[in-house]
C-alpha cells in the first residue's frame, strides 16, 4: 500500500498511475485539487475497484498528518511506501521575501515531510517499506530568485540522508528523487526561457512525468539495497557547469 502526497495532479497522479498498474493500493493526498482527485480515483477504479482512498489535508497542520496516518492503518492495515511529493513553489526574491513566505514554503517543503515521516516510519518498519522524497537539482544549483524554495529543497536531501541513517536499522529504506525540466511551471513561462533551458540540457529535451514515476518504481521494487541516495532525473542538466 502507497501513500501519496500530492498525489492527483502533474508528477503525482504520474506516480499514482505508474505504481497502481503494478497493482499497488494507493491513498492520494490532496489539498484544494478535488475534482482532479475524484477524476482520477474513478479512473483507477475502472481499472480496479477500491483500490484508491483519497484523502485531502493542508499537510502544513501536523495534527492532520497524525490522523491521516491513523485513518490509513485503520483501512488498510498496512503500509508499504511513502512517497512525499506535495510541494510549493513559487519566488522569493532576496529583499521581498517576508516571514508568511517563509513559512508556508518551509512548511510544505520540509516540515510536513518530517513530521509525516516520523508518523509512517513505526508502520513502515513492519513491513520493510520506504520512504521516497522528491527533492529538485536546484537543492544543488539554487536557482535564482528563489532562495526560500532552495533552502527547503536542500533541507530535504539532508532530511532523506538522515532518515536514511536513523531508520535503517528498523529496515526501511529512505531515498530522494531530484527532477530537472519535467514540467514547466503552472504559471506562464516563455518560449525563450523554456529553449533556453533546454539547450542546458545534455539530451537536448525535457522531460516527462513518467521519468519520474518510473525511477520510484525502480526505487520500490528494485532498490532494496539502497538508501540514502538521491537519484537525479534530469537528462544531463547538470552536466552544464
Aim: with cysteine; glycine share 6%.
Amino acid at each position: 500500500m502507497a501513500l501519496i502526497t500530492g498525489g492527483v495532479k502533474r508528477i503525482g497522479a504520474a506516480i499514482a498511475r505508474q505504481l497502481h498498474a503494478q497493482g499497488i493500493n494507493l491513498v492520494l493526498h490532496y489539498h484544494h485539487s478535488e475534482t482532479a482527485a475524484h477524476a482520477l480515483q474513478a479512473e483507477l477504479h475502472n481499472q480496479r475497484p477500491n483500490s484508491v482512498l483519497l484523502f485531502q489535508a493542508d499537510l502544513r497542520q501536523i495534527p492532520k498528518l497524525t490522523s491521516m496516518v491513523r485513518q490509513i492503518m485503520e483501512h488498510y492495515k498496512r503500509l508499504d511506501i511513502v512517497v512525499n511529493n506535495a510541494s510549493a513553489f513559487y519566488p522569493t526574491p532576496l529583499g521581498k521575501v517576508d516571514e508568511k513566505d517563509w513559512e508556508d514554503l518551509l512548511d510544505t517543503n520540509l516540515k510536513a515531510p518530517f513530521f509525516l515521516s516520523q508518523a509512517v516510519a513505526p508502520h513502515l518498519s513492519e513491513n520493510h517499506g520506504c520512504i521516497i522524497n522528491l527533492v529538485d537539482i536546484h537543492a544543488d544549483r539554487p536557482m535564482k530568485s528563489h532562495p526560500v524554495y532552495n533552502i527547503t529543497k536542500a533541507g530535504l536531501v539532508m532530511l532523506t540522508k538522515t532518515l536514511a541513517r536513523e531508520l535503517g536499522p528498523k529496515k526501511v529504506r529512505v531515498n530522494a528523487i531530484a527532477p530537472g525540466a519535467i514540467l514547466w511551471p503552472d504559471k506562464d513561462m516563455d518560449e525563450v526561457s523554456k529553449q533556453r533551458i533546454v539547450s542546458n540540457i545534455a539530451l537536448k529535451c525535457h522531460g516527462d512525468p513518467k521519468d519520474i514515476a518510473k525511477a520510484v518504481l525502480f526505487l520500490v521494487r528494485d532498490g532494496g539495497y539502497i538508501t540514502g541516495q538521491v537519484i537525479t532525473v534530469d537528462g544531463g542538466r547538470t552536466l552544464n557547469q
